[in-house]
């Protein structure tokens, strides 16, 4: 979906909460309660990081949460955009966002999409925002040829996994997330025999 739409520049407006908002003309047309989507440009991205910070505050994690505007506009929309977004508004006013981006499924020989973050602003939820980012992704992964969609839910939050599985979605418990960050990455990194 990137790259589509006008290229003359967007215009910005500020929200109610002074978060500057781009309109490129791209958004699916409003439904009758006046959700729209449409997916993220550069001038979004202070809404992007605000999105990201309120996500990290409900996930506990403000303290672990470092992204700047500079570094979301390098990765998001740089020479080598690492994800894409999606933005929900509700009547005009950001209302959420999806963050996600490719990866490959080697037993399905096929893409798919990861869905990183996914964000409803509280006095928004309950209105069919999360499922509509959800159904979005879902139709983009469809439309190119992705063999699954996924994503990882913190255990304690017991009303998102009711929703996804609301969804149809699964829980695959037999699965553990590994990571390497901060220093282990680095050292791991060091290792390399290049």
Same mark, same amino acid.
């Given at each position: 979906?990137?790259?589509?739409?006008?290229?003359?520049?967007?215009?910005?407006?500020?929200?109610?909460?002074?978060?500057?908002?781009?309109?490129?003309?791209?958004?699916?047309?409003?439904?009758?309660?006046? #959700?729209?989507?449409?997916?993220?440009?550069?001038?979004?991205?202070?809404?992007?990081?605000?999105?990201?910070?309120?996500?990290?505050? /409900?996930?506990?994690?403000?303290?672990?949460?470092?992204?700047?505007?500079?570094?979301?506009?390098?990765?998001?929309?740089?020479?080598?955009?690492?994800?894409?977004?999606?933005?929900?508004?509700?009547?005009?006013?950001?209302? @959420?966002?999806?963050?996600?981006?490719?990866? /490959?499924?080697?037993?399905?020989?096929?893409? @798919?999409? /990861?869905?990183?973050?996914?964000?409803?602003?509280?006095?928004?939820?309950?209105?069919?925002?999360?499922?509509?980012?959800?159904?979005?992704?879902?139709? #983009?992964?469809?439309?190119?040829?992705?063999?699954?969609?996924?994503?990882?839910?913190?255990?304690?939050?017991?009303?998102?996994?009711?929703? /996804?599985?609301?969804?149809?979605?699964?829980?695959?418990?037999?699965?553990?997330?590994?990571?390497?960050?901060?220093?282990?990455?680095?050292?791991?990194?060091?290792?390399?025999?290049?």
């Amino acid at each position: 979906m990137r790259g589509r739409g006008p290229r003359t520049g967007p215009s910005v407006t500020l929200s109610p909460h002074g978060v500057g908002v781009a309109d490129w003309g791209m958004s699916s047309a409003p439904t009758a309660d006046g #959700l729209e989507l449409r997916p993220a440009v550069d001038a979004d991205v202070p809404l992007i990081l605000h999105f990201i910070r309120g996500l990290a505050e /409900y996930e506990r994690l403000a303290h672990e949460c470092v992204a700047t505007e500079e570094r979301l506009r390098d990765t998001l929309f740089g020479a080598r955009p690492a994800a894409e977004v999606q933005l929900a508004f509700l009547q005009g006013e950001p209302a @959420g966002f999806a963050l996600f981006f490719s990866n /490959y499924s080697t037993f399905l020989a096929q893409p @798919g999409l /990861y869905l990183e973050d996914l964000f409803v602003e509280p006095r928004f939820r309950g209105r069919g925002v999360g499922r509509a980012l959800l159904t979005r992704l879902a139709a #983009l992964a469809v439309e190119r040829s992705c063999g699954r969609l996924e994503w990882s839910v913190l255990d304690w939050n017991v009303d998102a996994i009711r929703f /996804y599985e609301s969804l149809g979605a699964r829980g695959m418990t037999e699965w553990t997330v590994h990571r390497l960050t901060g220093d282990a990455l680095q050292a791991l990194a060091a290792k390399d025999m290049r």
